[in-house]
């Protein structure tokens, strides 16, 4: 057993902090946000990203990539969830681009992938459906064969950077029934094709997210990924292997909500003294760090069993990590903004942010429930 | 012991339902029904219905023009308003500084603000916080000088709810700056139009702009909107928070919310079937509905308390206390049931069921109900001191 970093990753968390120390405060997320005309993020800095090499990580070398592990990606994240960096690396990389490495061909991962870990287009993955709950396997968006490809129908909702993305990897039916394991597969649909319907959605973060129309869009069959029909075992490891990086993404905000209430309790004043010497608020604070603690363990776990050959261990490990996150982040951030007083209901203070950010990646690839079921399923 | 209502009671809570149902305005109704946001406006709006009904103050005597409702009475026309969804009225005039002026006001103080409380012509907002005066209260800076027939006030209240919208701010001000600590505080009553008042309008987390900083530069109070005695503000400051406290149990609230978890489990489907078929979602559905129903019994015998003319007793304290952890549990139900509709936020009609869309904020903007009204801390701080008799 070793927990113990590599010099490169060490390296990678090196760049990965000083960068976002410099040029991605707190008060950048802010800005996009507040931008009303913009995506709500930035395309020079996620080329940046690109250039420092990060948008490469988890692809093989023979696709432009670093042949990193889902330990590196996570390690991005937590940082890139310290600073709030509302980038698109989890929707463009860890959704969208892993759904094309994993399930495309070479000339599919050729045409998308070096523009994508340049950082010069991005991607979004889209699978939710109204009534699928968090359940991979419920898809009714239909894709029916034509002479030269295939016509696809249905609505997608939430789908993360859906309202900027170049190209939507899409998750249809090509045959069964709504709920069918079999007969699902992937597609990657340009967002101009006729018939895609995007509309822009705010999200609780500060984000933006699009809902997604699919009306009869005509696509070639080189915009199948893998084997018609096959696809659900990809969609669900390329989930999981979301999961496990929100969880990272997750563990930031947590050791930034502690960071910021420890602080405050020493810096804040009542009744004559620091708030921080009230026994209540010290116990309080010292279950925020063990939850913190408990988080950034099941966060290693969860990102080392993300790219396990053997789906049982890799699910059961990711929905650990998953409930823990539910737990014990919703704590800290609830706990940040209570210890903070009036000024964490304030939109002003950064506590808030984080909450809501965590409130997000709650909802999102699974809840509490959800996971607890795969976890207590016999397999 | 009897928990049942008398046939009187029933009927007079069949009479405020029939009312309600028929006196809201369909504008509001709309609202109520898919529990969206009151602005001030409708809020103001239903006010004065409520007040040509005589309704909008069921807790004061009939000297002031309340409708001289008995305890029991007062608690079924409190829990079926907030139960029919219709708009929370401003507690700042009727429910704070109202019953502060029946109590410790002169006649001529209470003959020009109560009609005007009661009528909705004013409204008010609470001067308490400051920036250094959060849970230690007493701690408040802002300075009131003796200029003869007036006071002049500089200083600045922070958290003010809604003072962009108030007529009026109750405050406390420091009126002897060399006594001790509680001793030196006055009770001021001071228009907002005065020359020198300021508001600064604060986004809070659930997206409104609920609280304010207000600032104070040489502001002029007329002597005679001193409430109770000079430098005595203190004890009518308590008398104040006991009251808010008791407030905010909101029973009606979390009943109303419960409701809407309900909703929100019968119309989410998963796998084609709704949610509230699945014996997980139902048993989290039943230990919010259990909770409530402590709280309820809680309530019930503060009031009964009350009715008997007892000192609030153990049972008011913990109201705040678990009243505010239930409200905010009952959205976290809420917005756990919506799934990833969860990730909603100000979106146009039509992108989650209309129900849901004020879930989010409203989850976000209770979080501070464990702050205000005397945070939990310290509401644990007082029960551990004054009931439980431990040492501090
Ligand atoms: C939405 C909202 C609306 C409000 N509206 C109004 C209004 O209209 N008018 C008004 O005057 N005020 C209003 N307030 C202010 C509110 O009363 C204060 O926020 C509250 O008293 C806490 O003070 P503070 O914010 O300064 O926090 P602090 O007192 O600084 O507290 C910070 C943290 O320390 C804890 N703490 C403090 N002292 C102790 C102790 N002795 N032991 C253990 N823990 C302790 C607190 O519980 C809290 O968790 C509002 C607040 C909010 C959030």
């Known amino acids: 057993m070793n927990f113990d970093l590599t010099d490169d990753q060490r390296l990678l968390v090196d760049t990965v902090t000083s960068f976002v120390k410099k040029e991605s405060p707190v008060e950048r997320f802010r800005k996009l946000r507040d931008d009303e005309e913009g995506v709500g993020w930035s395309r020079d800095v996620m080329r940046k990203f690109g250039e420092l090499g990060w948008l490469a990580v988890p692809f093989s070398e023979d696709d432009g990539g670093l042949g990193g592990s889902m330990v590196d990606v996570a390690l991005i994240l937590e940082q890139l969830g310290a600073a709030l960096a509302p980038e698109p690396f989890l929707a463009s990389i860890v959704l969208g681009g892993l759904a094309i490495a994993h399930a495309g061909d070479a000339a599919q991962r050729a045409r998308w992938l070096p523009d994508v870990i340049a950082g010069d287009k991005t991607l979004a993955f889209a699978h939710l459906e109204e009534g699928s709950r968090y359940d991979a396997h419920h898809v009714s968006t239909r894709a029916e064969r034509t002479g030269t490809g295939f016509r696809l129908t249905g609505r997608k909702r939430w789908v993360l950077n859906g309202h900027a993305a170049d190209a939507i990897v899409v998750v249809a039916r090509t045959s069964g029934d709504v709920g069918a394991r079999e007969g699902i597969s992937l597609f990657v649909v340009d967002r101009g094709a006729p018939g895609v319907q995007i509309t822009t959605v705010r999200t609780m973060d500060g984000h933006r997210a699009a809902m997604i129309a699919l009306d009869g869009v005509e696509v070639g069959a080189e915009s199948l990924l893998g084997t018609e029909g096959a696809a659900l075992p990809i969609v669900e490891r390329v989930l999981d292997g979301a999961t496990a990086a929100a969880c990272a993404e997750g563990l930031g905000l947590m050791t930034q909500s502690l960071q910021r209430t420890r602080d405050y309790l020493v810096d804040r004043e009542q009744f004559g003294v620091k708030i921080g010497t009230f026994q209540a608020l010290q116990h309080r604070a010292v279950d925020m760090f063990v939850e913190t603690e408990l988080t950034r363990g099941t966060t290693i776990l969860a990102a080392l069993r993300a790219d396990d050959p053997d789906p049982l261990q890799r699910m059961r490990g990711v929905s650990v990590a998953k409930v823990q996150l539910a737990r014990g982040g919703r704590y800290v951030v609830q706990q940040a903004i209570q210890l903070h007083g009036g000024i964490g209901i304030t939109d002003e203070a950064d506590v808030g942010l984080y909450f809501k950010r965590m409130h997000v990646l709650e909802s999102l690839f699974g809840d509490e429930d959800w996971h607890l079921s795969r976890v207590s399923s016999p397999g | ?392």
């Open chain 2, 1 to 392: 012991m009897d928990l049942s209502f008398s046939p009187e009671e029933l009927a007079f809570r069949d009479e405020v339902r029939e009312w309600i149902r028929t006196a809201m305005p369909p504008r509001l109704r709309a609202i109520a029904e898919v529990d969206g946001h009151f602005g001030v406006d409708e809020t103001m709006e239903w006010h004065r219905i409520l007040h040509r009904k005589g309704w909008v103050a069921p807790h004061w005597p009939r000297k002031f023009g309340g409708p001289g409702l008995d305890v029991t009475r007062r608690f079924i026309l409190t829990e079926e308003l907030e139960l029919s969804g219709a708009p929370q009225l401003l507690p700042f005039g009727l429910s704070m500084v109202g019953p502060l002026i029946m109590q410790f006001g002169d006649e001529a103080q209470q003959a020009r603000y109560l009609p005007k409380i009661l009528s909705g012509e004013e409204k008010w907002c609470q001067g308490y916080s400051e920036p250094n005066a959060g849970s230690d209260l007493a701690a408040v800076r802002l300075t009131a000088e003796d200029a003869g027939d007036h006071f002049v006030l500089n200083g600045q209240k922070t958290w003010t709810t809604y003072a962009q919208y108030a007529d009026w701010i109750f405050l406390l001000a420091r009126t002897d700056t060399g006594a001790k600590k509680q001793a030196g505080i006055s009770f001021l009553l001071c228009d907002m139009k005065s020359e020198g008042v300021r508001v600064r309008p604060t986004l809070t987390i659930g997206g409104t702009h609920a609280f304010c900083d207000t600032f104070f530069e040489d502001v002029r109070v007329p002597k005679e909107n001193l409430v109770g005695p000079l430098h005595g503000g203190w004890t009518l400051a308590k008398a104040l928070l006991g009251h808010e406290r008791t407030l905010v149990a909101a029973v009606g609230s979390s009943a109303r919310t419960l409701l809407r978890a309900k909703r929100i489990a019968q119309s989410t489907t998963r796998g084609g079937r709704p949610l509230a078929d699945d014996p997980v979602v139902r048993a989290k559905i039943a230990r919010m509905e259990c909770r409530l129903e402590a709280l309820k019994m809680a309530n019930y015998r503060a009031l009964a308390g009350a009715k008997q003319g007892h000192a609030p007793g153990a049972e008011s304290s913990i109201l705040k206390l678990c009243g505010s952890e239930i409200i905010q549990g009952m959205y976290e139900l809420c917005l756990d049931l919506m799934g990833a509709d969860a990730l909603t936020w100000m979106n146009e009609p039509g992108v989650v069921p209309a129900w849901e869309d004020w879930v989010g904020p409203n989850y976000n903007y209770l979080r501070a109900a464990t702050i205000y009204a005397g945070s939990n801390e310290i509401q644990k701080n007082i029960i551990a001191k004054l009931i439980l008799g431990l040492p501090s």
